[in-house]
């Protein structure tokens, strides 16, 4: 699905990668044309898009009434748009859904880092991705919409090894801006706040994710 060529021509340069691959694995689809429509917390069975006009079809039939996730990394439609003529076709193009959906990601890092305090302690790291793909999926982090949240703007960089972990049913189950009863709550939600240790400034953080999935 995803070569190292992509990921570097098309890939938010702030993220590795390693990390790239896994946030597709974990929150994204093998497909392109995917779109996911989700109402009430519900999922929508919609065809399944043969062509990029029948999947923008799809996306603008549903956009407005439910939460619609496309594409490769199930990037949430109609963002910032307030009219559907807006949407663009480059959401069911693999190179920009990519570039779109990293750069989002990258964003929602950067809000849950900043919750934790941009912490140096690298045993709270692999907690930041975990929530950081929680909130992706959710569309939520503490409280905070996190598409329409304001861009802390700390820059957070993030090594991983390049063994990636699979995340089962990425393909049909994502969870969306509104759902938020199939996963399962962020750490945030029950670390105490003295994990919150250490802080830096406008200085580049960077993040050792080694420790994930680790028991």
């Given at each position: 699905?995803?070569d190292?060529t992509m990921i570097?021509?098309c890939?938010?340069?702030?993220?590795?990668?390693?990390?790239?691959?896994q946030?597709v694995?974990?929150?994204?689809?093998?497909d392109?044309?995917?779109?996911t429509?989700k109402?009430?917390?519900?999922?929508?069975?919609?065809p399944?898009?043969?062509?990029?006009?029948?999947?923008?079809?799809?996306i603008?039939q549903?956009v407005g009434?439910?939460?619609v996730?496309v594409?490769?990394?199930?990037v949430?439609?109609?963002v910032?748009v307030?009219?559907?003529?807006?949407?663009?076709s480059d959401?069911?193009?693999?190179?920009?859904?990519?570039?779109?959906?990293?750069?989002?990601?990258?964003?929602?890092?950067?809000i849950v880092?900043?919750w934790?305090?941009?912490?140096?302690?690298?045993?709270v790291?692999?907690?930041?991705?975990?929530?950081?793909?929680?909130?992706?999926?959710?569309?939520?982090?503490e409280?905070?919409?996190?598409?329409?949240?304001?861009?802390?703007?700390?820059?957070?960089?993030?090594?991983v090894p390049?063994?990636?972990?699979?995340?089962?049913?990425?393909d049909?189950?994502t969870?969306?801006?509104t759902?938020?009863?199939?996963?399962?709550a962020p750490?945030?939600?029950?670390?105490k706040?003295?994990?919150?240790s250490g802080?830096?400034?406008?200085?580049e953080m960077?993040?050792?994710l080694?420790?994930?999935?680790a028991?």
């Amino acid at each position: 699905m995803l070569d190292a060529t992509m990921i570097q021509k098309c890939a938010d340069p702030s993220l590795t990668p390693a990390i790239v691959e896994q946030f597709v694995q974990r929150a994204g689809s093998s497909d392109p044309l995917a779109v996911t429509v989700k109402a009430g917390g519900r999922l929508i069975l919609v065809p399944k898009a043969k062509t990029p006009d029948e999947a923008m079809e799809l996306i603008r039939q549903y956009v407005g009434q439910a939460v619609v996730r496309v594409g490769i990394t199930q990037v949430p439609a109609g963002v910032g748009v307030k009219d559907v003529s807006e949407l663009k076709s480059d959401l069911v193009h693999a190179c920009e859904n990519l570039r779109l959906g990293t750069g989002m990601f990258a964003k929602v890092v950067r809000i849950v880092a900043k919750w934790y305090g941009n912490p140096t302690d690298g045993q709270v790291f692999p907690q930041i991705f975990e929530d950081a793909v929680y909130a992706w999926k959710t569309g939520e982090f503490e409280g905070v919409s996190v598409f329409r949240a304001e861009d802390p703007g700390v820059s957070v960089k993030m090594i991983v090894p390049p063994v990636v972990e699979q995340d089962l049913d990425t393909d049909t189950d994502t969870d969306t801006d509104t759902d938020t009863d199939t996963d399962a709550a962020p750490a945030s939600s029950t670390l105490k706040e003295s994990e919150n240790s250490g802080r830096v400034g406008a200085a580049e953080m960077r993040i050792d994710l080694s420790r994930i999935g680790a028991k």
